[in-house]
């Protein structure tokens, strides 16, 4: 009896580590596809949706990180992971809202960043 108890002991000090100490990290992650809308006014609040697919069940969908210059706006989605955490190896989708807020009349360039510094951009006609 008190083998198999120091057994159960032995098997559940081996798994703490990896319990022990689960600390996130900020990752950029990959956009697989963004809706833009085609009819927006000057001065309305400008909003777009993002979808993408994160890599398993560690990772988290955080923030949309937005950096605006004149009519070029680049856009990185932010996802936190858990590291040092037993993780469920599966496809997570999301779909996220991300406001930019109001924009001036013309045409906007949307360009979308991902962790590996690739990009694609979509455009945003403003009326």
């Known amino acids: 009896m008190t083998?198999?108890?120091i057994g159960f002991i032995a098997l559940f000090a081996s798994f703490s580590p990896a319990f022990?100490?689960?600390t996130t990290k900020d990752v950029n992650i990959a956009v697989n596809d963004v809706y833009v809308p085609s009819n927006l006014r000057a001065g309305d609040e400008a909003k777009i949706v993002l979808s993408g697919i994160l890599p398993n069940g560690c990772y988290r969908y955080d923030r949309a990180v937005v950096r605006s210059v004149d009519f070029i706006h680049e856009i990185k989605?932010?996802?936190k992971v858990q590291t040092n955490s037993l993780c469920l190896m599966v496809l997570v989708p999301f779909a996220k809202e991300v406001n930019l807020g109001p924009?001036?009349?013309?045409?906007?360039t949307l360009r979308f960043i991902s962790g590996d510094d690739t990009?694609?951009?979509k455009t945003l006609t403003v009326h």
């Not at 924009?103 to 906007?108: E, I, Q």
Request: no cysteine; charged share 20%; glycine share 6%.
């Open 3 to 5: 083998r198999i108890l």
């Open 77 to 79: 989605a932010i996802a």
């Open 20 to 22: 022990a100490d689960q």
């Open 103 to 108: 924009l001036d009349a013309g045409v906007h």
């Open 119 to 121: 990009f694609f951009e």
